[in-house]
């Protein structure tokens, strides 16, 4: 016992300094990891601190992985306990797109202007841009990304952009000898070279068509940032198309050349492109056509269709083709009244009293109006058509872009050119005695016009065809020598007047945030006969009953 006693102090002793030791282990072991956890923190702000400051922006932190004493001090990095899912954030609105702006030099903006508001006699704002030094600015950047789609189809009159382009298709391509043969009567040349407009001006265009043309490519290039190719075309401003189909068959199919201009026909190849009153016509004050196109929607709201004028009515300029002149003779007489009121139009008389009776809004007071070809195709189809009135369409020889969509007895009533006096006469008491379908006539013309003609339409239209234009070249296109820089800036700093106010009120405010319509396929041989008979068989099934009426 005397043995065991000293023994059991020695252990309670030994107890003690184990338990003296294990807590000074624990806290040497405690205040290590502290330190470790500091130094570690210390590394890691250091290193956010230095990217933040160097870049001015915050980056993206190393992952856990990379750490390792990180890893070392949190086990469960390695071997993590099973976690419910986090619900992701939701993503941030994108930034909406930047606005785009026009910074004129003063030298321009100092301009003496002696048409403060009307457009002087001879327009010099193209020639002036073309000759002068100003630079233009880079032009917008492209989206880091692809546009997203806009998950809607083009109209059906898009489908005709292959048909134009068939030809060159079948011959392989478009070489620069074609686009050289089609420089014969070409207004102005347009090369595209990453998003940068060149032109060329080859000969004066009438008034401003040049001008408003060129303009609308640019606004093109502003609302679609790196979606418009490389490209190399020849543009005739001139109202009739030149490229005779006949000539450019067989072996001669190699010169055949790719000009574009406002409108075609059956017998000839020239590419067909919106014409320039979308941005507007100055010299005789019609308006660019979003404004335009709410200045009609107006006009429609201010007489109920039931109200209106019971007749057919048509303003203009007769004195530029035989056909016109002809339809003056069906205006009311003393003698006899074919149910149509025609006015012929003096724009000189117009313009020198500020255009007070042309005002487009305003002339959808009758319950039909006429449509009639001038030289060739008139722009005045689309301001017709977007009355709620019913369109009565004298037999047309042209076709511009959208029109070849447009449907006998579903967006018109076709009158015929032979005997249009007659004809119109018969439309109009049609109408008269068929009020409700006559009325949904005029209305599916309009919606057509507001819906599927829209500007957004427009832009995506050329898009569209210049895309696949520049498909088709068998050359990389070069600025020529004579070519000269144009942009947005350059042409409006330079113009006066209306010039002025329309290039300005047409320009494109931002970049679109999504992509153009989705163009449908070419038609097939069996779809395009389908249509042609199908026009066909509505005009034949109006001539039946006009001379079953009229006995003609």
């Known amino acids: 016992m005397a043995t065991a006693a000293p023994a059991a102090a020695a252990a309670a002793a030994d107890c003690r300094r184990r338990a003296v030791l294990a807590g000074a282990l624990s806290r040497t072991s405690a205040a290590f990891l502290f330190l470790t956890v500091v130094a570690v923190a210390a590394l890691v702000s250091g290193r956010w601190i230095a990217a933040t400051t ?6 993206r932190l190393p992952t856990t992985a990379s750490i390792p004493a990180a890893a070392a001090l949190h086990p469960e990095a390695e071997h993590p306990h099973p976690q419910p899912p986090r619900p992701s954030p939701a ?24 048409h403060p508001t009307g457009a002087p006699k001879t327009s010099q704002t193209l020639a002036r841009a073309l000759s002068s030094s100003s630079t233009c600015l880079p032009p917008p950047p492209a989206p880091a990304a692809a546009a997203p789609s806009s998950n809607r189809s083009c109209p059906s009159y898009f489908r005709y952009i292959h048909e134009d382009l068939r030809p060159w298709r079948a011959a392989g391509g478009v070489t620069r000898a074609m686009i050289a043969r089609a420089r014969l009567t070409a207004t102005f040349r347009l090369v595209v070279l990453g998003g940068r407009a060149y032109v060329q001006r080859l000969r004066p265009a009438f008034q401003t068509r040049d001008l408003f043309t060129v303009w609308g490519v640019l606004q093109l290039l502003r609302r679609y940032p790196g979606r418009v190719p490389d490209l190399d075309l020849m543009f005739d401003t001139v109202d009739w198309p030149v490229v005779r189909a006949h000539l450019y068959r067989g072996k001669y199919a190699d010169v055949m050349p790719p000009l574009f201009r406002y409108c075609g026909d059956d017998r000839t190849l020239d590419i067909v492109f919106p014409d320039w009153s979308f941005w507007g016509w100055p010299e005789i004050n019609i308006k660019p056509w979003d404004a335009l196109q709410e200045d009609l929607k107006d006009g429609n709201n201010r007489v109920r269709w039931m109200d209106r004028e019971p007749y057919a009515y048509w303003k203009g300029n007769p004195s530029v083709s035989a056909t016109r002149q002809e339809l ?7 003698t006899k009244d074919w149910n149509a009121r025609i006015y012929a139009q003096d724009w000189f008389k117009e313009s020198k009293a500020g255009y007070k009776d042309s005002d487009l809004g305003s002339q959808c007071s009758h319950r039909y109006k006429i449509y009639i070809e001038g030289s060739a195709w008139s722009i005045s189809q689309k301001y017709i058509l977007a009355c709620d009135s019913m369109t009565l369409l004298v037999t047309p020889k042209y076709y511009d872009f959208f029109s070849r969509s447009l449907m006998p007895i579903q967006h018109y009533w076709p009158v015929r050119d032979d005997n249009k006096c007659a004809s119109i006469k018969y439309a109009v008491d049609w109408g008269n005695s068929h009020k409700q379908l006559a009325q949904r006539i005029g209305k599916q013309a309009s919606n057509f016009i507001q819906e599927e003609l829209s500007m957004d339409h427009v832009y995506d239209y050329m898009l569209h065809l210049l895309t696949e234009y520049a498909k088709l070249l068998k050359f990389k296109p070069t600025k020529p020598p004579e070519a000269v ?6 042409l409006a700093c330079q113009a006066e007047g209306l010039e002025k106010k329309f290039l300005v009120d047409s320009m494109v405010k931002s970049a679109h945030d999504a992509g153009p319509c989705d163009l449908h396929p070419p038609f097939s041989s069996y779809e395009l006969k389908m249509l042609k008979q199908r026009k066909e068989n509505s005009v034949k099934q109006i001539e039946m009953w006009e001379q079953r009426d009229l006995g003609a």
């Open 54 to 59: 160097t870049t001015g922006r915050l980056m």
């Open 91 to 114: 993503a941030p609105p994108p930034p909406p797109p930047t606005l785009y702006s026009i910074s004129c030099p003063a030298a321009l903006l100092n301009l003496s202007h002696s």
């Open 328 to 334: 003056v003779k069906c205006n009311i007489s003393s």
């Open 485 to 490: 820089e144009v942009c947005s800036e350059s």
